[in-house]
């Protein structure tokens, strides 16, 4: 694939999956091109050699994967985790605040957000909506405003002078955003906006009543390419969509003759403790029903390469880093390494990926966080503590993560994507 044409199907790729359930929404989409069949975990499976299948799991989380052409317990599984969700702010249950006549909504922060970037930016809300049909069928449904529908305004410096140097906010009283301006004696529910957005957006739909939502705001500022010399792409939820693209991209051009699979789970941003996130069943349940007795031997001679964005060098904030052990952005994917075990690389997961890369004749680089700073973490550790198989860390280095607008360099996308395109068609792993 071109480097032009990479970088164009991601970024229409992230300017359509404003949500997790939008995410997983365009991947179902990318698949069902490429002739991957849908999989409902309701219902028995019947898995042919050589196949490509998908299943969705409470439309946020979703496995891909091709059988392959040898049994898995003699092949293993080539395995590439992501993550669909990131933090962002989330709609409360009863939203409504009415204040001097502006329509607010409560929000709830949802993962580690850097707050302040939130600020002054043309806001749109999307999400997963439950209702009741006209026939008394409960059913869910995605909804995105699409336009810039509100705003979190900042306080004028003359009102509070220390703005710019011990400024805090405080999620519950700084971050209702800004709807619109309604009369003294205002009685506009939320949940009747939002059913009229939902009938505008999906004609014929009836609507008896709203039961239940999952919504979040995002900035309508679409991904672009930045740059005197196009450099960077910039663009909300880079962490972790960038991976999500990449995986799907990778397994869907693999040759399908390697047993492989794709695995994007939501809520990793929280801990990912849920039925669909990383530390629940639902990859071992999907491989249980694939290998059936033959799971362990699988996963003894499988791995997985867990893909998540790293912390590139700040220019501003070179002390932030350890000094041999700082990410350039457009100097190549980042084998991230922590041995109290934060990441899961170890020393032979990371020479397969070395390996690989060097036969591509690609650049990689390594990352350990400095030794006074805490350590993140990602599904790497989860995934490999679960499955008890040997993973590895690795991502596109990125500035500004968990801000509304990340930028990562727009080479490394392509070069963590030809990769994993051909560690999904190794026939030897580990």
Known sequence: MEYADFNQQLIAFLNTATTPWH?????KQMLDEAGFQALDEKQEWSLES???YYVIRNGSSIVAFRTGKRPTDQAGIRMVGAHTDSPCLKVKPNPELRRKGYFQLGVEVYGGVLLNPWFDRDLSLAGRVSFLDEAGTVRDILVDFRKAIASIPSLAIHLDREANSSRTVNPQTDLPPVLMQVPEDDTTRFADLLKAQLEREHQGIRITRILGYELGFYDTQ???LVGLQDDFI???????????????????????????LLVCNDHEEVGSMSAEGAQGPFLASVLDRWCGAGRGQTLASSMMISADNAHGVHPNYLEKHDENHGPLLNQGPVIKVNHNQRYATNSRSAAIYRHIS???GLPYQTF?????MGCGSTIGPLTAANLGVTTLDIGVPQFAMHSIRETAGARDGLTLYQVLREFFRRKELV
Not at 23 to 27: E, T
Not at 235 to 258: H, P, Q
């Open 222 to 224: 679409p991904a672009a």
């Open 358 to 360: 060097g036969d591509l």
């Open 234 to 260: 910039a663009s909300a939820r880079l962490d972790n969509l960038l991976s999500c693209f990449i995986g799907t991209r990778s397994l869907i051009d693999a040759s399908g003759d390697e047993p492989a």
């Open 23 to 27: 995410a997983v929404a365009s991947m």
């Open 368 to 372: 350990v966080v400095r030794s006074d």
């Open 50 to 52: 050589g196949k490509a």
